[in-house]
């Protein structure tokens, strides 16, 4: 099962990646962009953001809290966060 972790999604720079914004366990925010392959929505987002996932890679669990791996650097966030087990979504390959 892949780990996907809730965000919003915005446009990107290029047309092969989105934008992405998400939150920390502390409800700190971080951004990023990833190529659209590691990232699921329901629609396409045009001018505004739309709810979306982002495959993330869980190395740890700690109660409610797990520390995830992000596809792509955060500048706020660098390569690793800590979020909620209740943000991320198991999702077949």
């Known amino acids: 099962m892949d780990n996907w972790?809730?965000?919003?999604?915005s446009v990107g720079m290029f047309s092969t990646e989105f934008a992405?914004?998400?939150q920390q366990f502390?409800?700190?925010t971080f951004s990023l962009f990833a190529l659209q392959d590691?990232?699921?929505t329901k629609s396409a987002?045009?001018?505004s953001p739309v709810s979306g996932l982002l495959h993330v890679n869980r190395i740890k669990t700690s109660n409610d809290l797990a520390m995830v791996?992000?596809?792509q650097l955060s500048p706020e966030?660098?390569?690793t966060v800590t979020v909620k087990v209740?943000?991320?979504?198991?999702?077949?390959a």
Not at 5 to 9: M, S
Not at 86 to 92: G, M, N
């Open 69 to 71: 791996v992000l596809p």
């Open 38 to 40: 590691d990232v699921r």
């Open 20 to 22: 992405i914004t998400a």
């Open 45 to 47: 987002p045009n001018g």
């Open 86 to 92: 209740s943000q991320l979504h198991q999702v077949s």
């Open 26 to 28: 502390d409800g700190k």
């Open 5 to 9: 972790l809730e965000c919003e999604v």
């Open 77 to 79: 966030a660098g390569t």
